[in-house]
């Protein structure tokens, strides 16, 4: 199955969000839904750097709706994610018209969407609203304090480094870095959140703090389902008119499938794929 896609917008209080609609001809409804939250380290990306993935979910059997969100330093914590989360009530709410009747709601994202993705789990719990049937994180940027040995394997974590500033414009003040909507991997609280599929690479920075994650979530009774996959140099390209889908991004698309037909079945710790 070859995804197809189109621009679309949402409309959110009289503003129209750029989306991108990711789907296959032959997806049979209803479908899973995932809403998803490009890369970008907070302060760049848009809907292209993140079209493989979302071409690897939709090939999985979803209806993925890219967010185009706003960026720090103009829109700092937690401009992006309450934004995102009035758009993941709205996709619930039309659940029907996108994907569906009955269609279960996903949350999706890379690295900084990662972050929001997994934050907008909390607020649902938190809420007790929209329902979330699963969050699919990849190399979540979860850690502001970016003092893990991937990340100085990486020569990574310094001020003046993409990931440093890109936490600082996302923050804008010291204090922001203790709200666990902001900085998930130190929240005390992390039970009652979604089921989770995480995914990052052995040489990727993030990649300690996503399998702490993981572990973290097990411990407080969330199926987590880890893997560590292989990264090529072309795994950041985006490509969304590509008759095909390159190997690495397809080697994703029987995890997102299994994920998204059953989250509540995967099962904790962290497969070496």
């Not at 071409?55 to 994610?81: C, I, K, N, T």
């Not at 969407?113 to 049937?133: C, E, F, K, S, Y």
């Not at 990849?138 to 040995?149: E, K």
């Not at 979604?194 to 979530?217: F, K, N, Q, V």
Request: aromatic residues 6%.
């Amino acid at each position: 199955m070859t995804a197809l896609w189109t621009e679309d917008r949402l409309e959110l209080d009289g503003t129209a969000l750029p989306v991108r609609v990711y789907h296959t001809a032959s997806a049979l409804r209803p479908t899973p839904l995932v809403l998803h939250l490009h890369g970008g380290t907070f302060t760049c990306g848009d809907l292209d750097c993140s079209a493989y993935i979302c071409r690897s979910m939709a090939e999985a059997g979803a209806v993925v709706v890219s967010l185009d969100y706003p960026l720090a330093p103009e829109h700092p914590f937690p401009a992006a994610l309450n934004l995102s989360f009035a758009a993941l009530d709205l996709l619930h709410r039309q659940r029907a018209k996108w994907a569906g009747r009955g269609a279960r709601l996903f949350v999706a994202g890379e690295e900084a969407g990662a972050n929001i993705a997994t934050a907008l789990t909390m607020m649902a719990r938190d809420q007790n609203h929209p329902p979330v049937a699963g969050q699919i994180l990849i190399s979540p940027m979860l850690d502001p304090c970016l003092a893990t040995r991937s990340v100085r394997a990486a020569e990574a974590g310094a001020p003046g480094c993409k990931w440093a500033d890109g936490w600082h414009f996302y923050l804008g003040s010291a204090d922001k870095a203790a709200h666990p909507y902001a900085a998930p991997l130190g929240s005390r609280r992390l039970g009652g959140i979604a089921p989770a599929l995480i995914l990052t690479s052995d040489d990727c920075p993030m990649h300690d703090e996503s399998l702490d994650y993981g572990r973290r979530l097990s411990a407080c009774g969330v199926p987590v389902e880890s893997h560590v996959v292989v990264e090529t140099e072309d795994a950041e390209d985006g490509a969304p008119d590509s008759a095909s889908l390159p190997p690495w991004a397809q080697a994703l698309v029987p995890l997102f499938s299994k994920f998204l037909a059953a989250p509540e079945a995967a099962t904790a710790g962290t497969v070496q794929a």
